[in-house]
């Protein structure tokens, strides 16, 4: 029915470590050639076009147009960020604010859903962050507030997709929506608005409580009652079944705990981020890239998601700097090891595809993006290269 990696084994030993100035070099390298490959014959770019994806055997991105409704809009800006960022090309910093700008029209709309956190955060978050323009703390202040309409105080969450409220037969929230929550905590700091924390700890605390099973894998799904807040049920709708420990799920809630441990500095935060980790770690293949559900009866012939390894190994590069001793090692070490994978010929792009990254999985029961390049594992890699530079060159922090 379709093609995937098994990737038996990485060839990577024991006593490797990533080559992170070559990996970048790799990402800038497929950064120019994705920007050329959006020029239409004129040699013009039509800066509304996100990539999205590229099919396995396909070498050019298929691209969709930024919109609330197209929830991966703002990660390519973002991998443009994290490229100059890398690099300190001009050239770069000018294609990453056209692309940003392009997302104005999504800022001061009716949130569509969450997502408009994934949607900003990485273009005007980034861009704030590596320059300091007012207009784009504006635009982090303004989507902060659009998302925040969407909190309920009952249920203690954000609703995460108001289109399904029928379906789901209530307020639903995924576990998606703990990334998200960056937004409102730069925007609390950088507007000094302190309802919109409040809102993002209460949401982080509210997804702790009933998210989980007793072993810390997480429900995709959480449903409340929309009137009376009370937990209703947990199921799944992108992995394979509600008791399954889908595997980008898991993915954002290692990195939603730890960031928000970042942004709190409460430590019950920081122990749940280790917790949701460490079941995570014990179940992953020898090469430590997941299969797309950890639960999937087809193991080993069935599809790894690149995308879930990239997002953990960015995850836990900082977490280790906020454990000591054995744990540090550990969560550092696995990083390495996801991103040495990656970088290997089992998952990296080869030099006719502009994507850094192969064999990820979008949304397996609905068959979509099942083993293609995509977006977002493009953004969690260059964002977890450049960690690992920062961590292994603190001048550059």
Same mark, same amino acid.
């Given at each position: 029915?379709?093609?995937?990696?098994?990737? *038996?084994?990485?060839?990577?030993?024991?006593?490797?470590? =990533?080559?992170?100035?070559?990996?970048?070099?790799?990402?800038?390298?497929? /950064?120019?050639?994705?920007? !050329?490959?959006? &020029?239409?014959?004129?040699?013009?770019?039509?800066?509304?076009?996100?990539?999205?994806?590229?099919? *396995?055997?396909?070498?050019?991105?298929?691209? %969709?147009?930024? $919109? =609330?409704?197209?929830?991966?809009?703002?990660?390519?800006?973002?991998?443009?960020? #994290?490229?100059?960022?890398?690099?300190?090309?001009?050239?770069?910093?000018?294609? +990453?604010? %056209?692309?940003?700008? @392009?997302?104005?029209?999504?800022?001061?709309? @009716?949130?569509?859903?969450?997502?408009?956190?994934?949607?900003?955060?990485?273009?005007?978050?980034?861009?704030?962050?590596?320059?300091?323009?007012?207009?784009? &703390?504006? *635009?982090?202040?303004?989507?902060?507030?659009?998302?925040?309409?969407?909190?309920? =105080?009952? +249920?203690?969450?954000?609703? $995460?997709?108001?289109? !399904?409220?029928?379906?789901?037969?209530?307020?639903?929230?995924?576990?998606? !929506?703990?990334?998200?929550?960056?937004?409102?905590?730069? +925007?609390? +700091?950088?507007?000094?608005?302190?309802?919109?924390?409040?809102?993002?700890?209460?949401?982080?605390?509210?997804?702790?409580?009933?998210?989980?099973?007793?072993?810390?894998?997480? #429900?995709?799904?959480?449903?409340?009652?929309?009137?009376?807040?009370?937990?209703? @049920?947990?199921?799944?709708?992108?992995?394979? *079944?509600?008791?399954?420990?889908?595997? %980008?799920?898991?993915?954002?809630?290692?990195?939603?705990?730890?960031?928000? #441990?970042?942004?709190?500095?409460?430590? &019950?935060?920081?122990?749940?981020?280790?917790?949701?980790?460490? /079941?995570?770690?014990?179940?992953?293949?020898?090469?430590?890239?997941?299969?797309?559900?950890? !639960?999937? =009866? $087809?193991?080993?012939?069935?599809?790894?998601?690149? $995308?879930?390894?990239?997002?953990?190994?960015?995850?836990?590069?900082?977490?280790?700097?906020?454990?000591?001793?054995?744990?540090?090692?550990?969560?550092?070490?696995?990083?390495?090891?996801?991103?040495?994978?990656?970088?290997?010929?089992?998952?990296?792009?080869?030099?006719?595809?502009?994507?850094?990254?192969?064999?990820? /999985?979008?949304?397996?029961?609905?068959?979509?993006?099942?083993?293609?390049?995509?977006?977002?594992?493009?953004?969690? #890699?260059?964002?977890?290269?450049?960690?690992?530079?920062?961590?292994?060159?603190?001048?550059?922090?």
């Amino acid at each position: 029915m379709f093609a995937f990696c098994s990737c *038996a084994s990485s060839g990577v030993t024991a006593s490797s470590e =990533p080559d992170v100035d070559n990996d970048l070099d790799f990402c800038d390298r497929h /950064v120019r050639a994705s920007l !050329n490959d959006l &020029k239409n014959e004129a040699g013009y770019i039509d800066y509304s076009m996100m990539p999205r994806n590229i099919a *396995a055997g396909d070498t050019t991105w298929h691209c %969709r147009k930024s $919109s =609330p409704e197209e929830w991966c809009s703002g990660f390519w800006p973002g991998v443009l960020w #994290y490229a100059y960022e890398a690099t300190g090309d001009s050239a770069l910093l000018t294609e +990453a604010d %056209r692309f940003t700008l @392009r997302l104005d029209t999504i800022i001061n709309s @009716r949130p569509y859903d969450h997502d408009i956190g994934f949607l900003i955060q990485c273009s005007y978050g980034n861009g704030y962050r590596l320059t300091r323009k007012p207009e784009y &703390k504006e *635009a982090m202040v303004n989507a902060a507030d659009s998302l925040a309409t969407l909190f309920n =105080p009952k +249920a203690g969450t954000l609703l $995460s997709w108001p289109r !399904n409220i029928d379906m789901f037969g209530g307020h639903n929230t995924i576990i998606d !929506n703990m990334i998200n929550l960056e937004l409102l905590f730069h +925007a609390a +700091a950088e507007a000094h608005r302190p309802y919109l924390y409040d809102i993002a700890v209460k949401h982080a605390e509210t997804t702790m409580k009933h998210h989980f099973r007793p072993d810390y894998t997480s #429900y995709h799904v959480a449903v409340y009652d929309p009137e009376s807040g009370e937990f209703l @049920r947990g199921c799944t709708h992108q992995g394979l *079944a509600d008791d399954s420990m889908w595997a %980008r799920g898991q993915a954002w809630a290692i990195y939603g705990y730890t960031m928000v #441990y970042r942004e709190t500095g409460d430590t &019950k935060f920081l122990d749940f981020a280790q917790k949701v980790t460490d /079941v995570y770690l014990d179940r992953l293949p020898e090469d430590k890239i997941p299969y797309w559900d950890f !639960n999937d =009866p $087809s193991i080993p012939e069935t599809p790894r998601d690149a $995308s879930a390894a990239a997002i953990v190994a960015s995850a836990l590069i900082e977490l280790s700097t906020m454990v000591d001793g054995e744990k540090s090692v550990t969560y550092l070490d696995s990083a390495k090891k996801m991103l040495m994978s990656l970088a290997s010929d089992s998952y990296r792009a080869p030099d006719n595809v502009p994507a850094f990254l192969m064999h990820s /999985v979008g949304n397996m029961p609905a068959g979509s993006e099942i083993d293609y390049s995509i977006i977002y594992a493009d953004y969690y #890699y260059i964002e977890a290269l450049n960690r690992l530079k920062k961590l292994e060159t603190p001048l550059l922090s």
